[in-house]
């Protein structure tokens, strides 16, 4: 299984960015998927998932009504829409994905998530 995470940058705080993860090996729609993130000095959180069990998208709190988690199933991509960026939301982005379906209180566990992405590098600076 790999999964390629691409579209990360520099942008000014209010830009856009939106990220990418092709996968292969595995299909994306037959497991839970989600973005994680990691700045310098912290610790890797969550970002946004969506079940397989419910095919609903979950958020951090600190991105909801910014981000938006989405998945092309013909082409086996995930996506992560970025709006309204902000410098705190500078980090490395890497996506996740599972067979297993979580429940809703397990989603942002990190050790939930079997198959990583190598991780893109997102910057929020003017």
């Known amino acids: 299984v790999q999964l390629q995470a691409s579209g990360g940058g520099l942008v000014q705080p209010g830009g856009s960015l939106r990220l990418s993860c092709a996968a292969s090996g595995f299909t994306l729609l037959y497991g839970s998927i989600a973005w994680f993130r990691q700045a310098p000095g912290k610790e890797r959180e969550a970002v946004s998932c969506i079940r397989r069990t419910s095919g609903s998208p979950h958020y951090a709190e600190s991105v909801k009504g910014r981000f938006t988690i989405s998945r092309d199933n013909a082409k086996n991509i995930m996506y992560l829409q970025m709006n309204n960026l902000k410098p705190e939301d500078t980090a490395v982005y890497y996506c996740?994905?599972?067979?297993?379906?979580?429940?809703?209180?397990?989603?942002?566990?990190?050790?939930?998530?079997?198959?990583w992405g190598q991780g893109t590098q997102v910057t929020v600076s003017s």
């Open positions: 996740a994905a599972t067979g297993r379906g979580l429940i809703m209180s397990s989603w942002h566990i990190r050790t939930n998530y079997d198959y």
